[in-house]
């Protein structure tokens, strides 16, 4: 059954969110190659004219999930815009919302579909709409209402290249309840013959790399191929634990009884120049810093489940 707050909400759908955006450069070599650094991918298409040719491209093409790094911008460019153009129907939405009890939001998901690859020199603009707002949801963490926006990306002649829908939750928070039972163990690893030397590894206090026996590359996660050379056969090599914090978040929402929030999840940079995803103990939010010097310990969670665990050392 409609209520008025459906019906009110429903007026918006199909609206605009705001203006036309325009990307700020051109899609251009140095923030792919920033990109695919700091992603750790090794796909010779995205920097190499002579490989993508061969791939069947005209020349270099960007990584389709750069799609919104070419248009974003920082957050203070974001406000000030915002408060040049004043409110959206994004805004109202969302006041409307609050003024209901749906005080918290949380992002879901996103779906992108790409027409054709972005090349170099590419100009992009993005349009963006409120595509549908949902009825009210019970969810994990408490009634919500589901709102998804769809953003169409064109090239200089306006023809569409990508679209991506974002879908955010607002939700009314349930009431924090203390845990009466013992603490949940946490989420099992999924094994398989090309990760389980990993794990079986961290049991015996180790930190193993997967290494190429064809080429010497270190890769991480574990997977079947090589990624330079698209060699089966491998190796590992025994890590000193020893690295540097390269990134990290700091993780509030959703939350899994199992661990403690908030929750800092580190990239590291390993000395062997790999990296890794991992906990990290001993640090704050307001404490971490990129270029920290890390070093693994190995903590046993439950007796099926020991995982590298990185904390601060002096350099």
């Not at 190499?48 to 790094?69: F, K």
């Not at 997967?210 to 890769?219: A, E, H, P, S, T």
Request: charge should be negative; charged fraction near 20%.
């Amino acid at each position: 059954m409609s209520t008025a707050l459906d019906d009110q909400l429903a007026n918006f759908v199909g609206a605009s969110t705001g203006p036309v955006t325009t990307s700020p450069h051109p899609v251009n070599t140095p923030m792919i190659r920033h990109w695919v650094e700091a992603m750790d991918d090794h796909n010779p298409v995205y920097v190499d004219e002579e490989a993508a040719r061969a791939a069947g491209y005209d020349g270099v093409i960007a990584p389709a999930t750069m799609l919104q790094a070419w248009i974003m911008r920082g957050l203070r460019a974001s406000q000030a815009a915002a408060e040049q153009r004043g409110g959206s129907a994004m805004d109202e939405v969302m006041a409307l919302l609050d003024e209901h009890g749906y005080t918290s939001v949380v992002a879901t998901n996103c779906d992108q579909h790409y027409e054709r690859s972005l090349v170099l020199g590419d100009e992009l603009s993005v349009t963006s709409v409120i595509d549908s707002i949902s009825g009210e949801k019970e969810t994990g963490l408490g009634v919500g209402r589901f709102v998804t926006t769809r953003m169409e990306f064109s090239d200089a002649t306006g023809a569409l290249v990508a679209t991506m829908l974002f879908r955010i939750l607002k939700f009314r928070p349930r009431p924090k309840v203390e845990p009466s039972a013992p603490r949940m163990l946490r989420p099992r690893p999924a094994l398989t013959q090309d990760n389980e030397f990993f794990f079986a590894g961290a049991k015996e206090g180790k930190l193993l790399i997967q290494r190429c026996m064809d080429c010497g590359v270190l890769r991480h996660p574990p997977r079947p191929t090589c990624a330079r050379c698209q060699s089966y056969e491998w190796d590992t090599v025994v890590s000193t634990g020893r690295g540097v914090i390269y990134s990290f978040v700091v993780n509030h929402y959703p939350q899994v009884p199992a661990f403690d929030y908030p929750l800092i999840v580190a990239l590291v940079e390993l000395e062997e120049g790999t990296r890794l995803v991992a906990n990290v103990d001993g640090f704050t939010p307001d404490t971490i810093a990129i270029g920290q010097a890390v070093e693994a310990e190995f903590v046993a969670f439950d007796d099926d489940l020991t995982l590298p665990v990185f904390r601060p050392v002096e350099r």
